[in-house]
């Protein structure tokens, strides 16, 4: 049983948190884009140099730069049985990219679990993280900038999941447990099934 899954969300919608949940109960790995940049920056390996150039003169990581990356992480061993995408398709350019990759193995997404969460509460999960954590890059203008950019650059990508009719829409309000609890009903729903209990 495979299961090759999307986690979407806007920042502070506890996507993160979510997704790691969600891959150990499925037995598969997180590829989260934002962890291998950081990774390779972290290690000063030719694509962290790449990236951190890129980075520094303000600009995004190109989409096939990141579409390469992505395709070298779900051609490994433990992402055979499935994986869980976090961060990545970002735009309809890198929906394409990732189509056409797994259609190469007779494979497409199983599911993309949207986690609805409204922007005020999404902004007020990020200050109180930001009072926290002593993040002084989470300034309310910085905030309601990114949250500007997940709403402009994602709805497309939802737009052509749902289409297909793979989009579960979760209400990413509540508790942890309950919100995990949700999205494993809505994959249950789909035929998906844990491969451990947690």
Do not use: C, W
């Amino acid at each position: 049983m495979t299961a090759r899954l999307l986690i979407v969300g806007p920042q502070g919608s506890g996507k993160g948190t979510q997704g790691v949940r969600v891959a150990e109960a499925f037995g598969v790995p997180v590829v989260s884009t934002g962890d291998i940049f950081r990774a390779n920056i972290k290690n000063g390996t030719e694509l962290g140099k790449q990236v951190t150039s890129i980075l520094d003169a303000g600009d995004l990581v190109p989409d096939e730069l990141t579409g390469e990356i992505v395709r070298d992480r779900l051609s490994q061993p433990d992402a055979a049985g499935g994986f869980l995408l976090d961060g990545y398709p970002r735009n309809a350019a890198q929906v394409a990219h990732l189509d056409a990759f797994l259609a190469e193995s007779g494979a497409a997404l199983d599911a993309v679990i949207l986690l609805d969460v409204p922007r005020e509460e999404s902004i007020e999960r990020l200050r109180l993280r930001a009072e926290e954590q002593g993040r002084t890059d989470d300034t309310p203008e910085a905030i309601a900038h990114r949250l500007d950019i997940y709403e402009q650059e994602t709805a497309p990508i939802l737009e052509a999941y749902g289409e297909r009719g793979i989009v579960d829409r979760i209400d990413g309000v509540g508790g942890l447990d309950e919100v995990t609890e949700r999205i494993f009903a809505a994959l249950q729903a789909r035929g998906l099934e844990r491969a451990v209990a947690v």
